[in-house]
């Protein structure tokens, strides 16, 4: 299994970013696909999480209707849109693959898979 991220950089407050995660090796179509970020200093923590249980997105409440996780079948990537950008979201984001039960689609436990994150600073 190989998850590629990229997409980070520096923007502004207010800006916007798109990271994408490349999945290979493994049935991609089977598996939850997630993000989480890991701030400096911080636990890691989850972002937003793409299920395939029931086909339905999960969001961390902070990031909500500012954050848009979809997958690219085609490609067998998992893109993360965020607007909206805050100095808080500063983090190394890393995606996730895993098979997690939907109540613990948020939980670290719940992925066995990880790419190896991608820097978003945002700042002025």
């Known amino acids: 299994v190989q998850l590629q991220a990229s997409g980070g950089g520096v923007v502004q407050p207010g800006g916007s970013l798109r990271l994408s995660c490349v999945a290979s090796?493994?049935?991609?179509?089977?598996?939850?696909m997630s993000w989480f970020r890991q701030a400096p200093g911080s636990e890691r923590e989850f972002v937003a999480a793409?299920?395939?249980?029931?086909?339905?997105?999960y969001y961390d409440d902070s990031v909500k209707d500012r954050f848009t996780i979809s997958r690219d079948k085609a490609k067998a990537t998992v893109n993360l849109q965020m607007n909206s950008l805050r100095p808080e979201d500063t983090a190394v984001y890393y995606c996730?693959?895993?098979?997690?039960?939907?109540?613990?689609?948020?939980?670290?436990?719940?992925?066995?898979?990880w790419g190896q994150g991608t820097l978003v600073t945002v700042s002025s």
């Open positions: 793409s299920a395939v249980q029931n086909m339905r997105e």
């Open positions: 996730a693959a895993g098979r997690p039960i939907i109540s613990s689609i948020r939980t670290l436990s719940g992925y066995g898979y």
């Open positions: 090796a493994f049935r991609y179509s089977s598996f939850a």
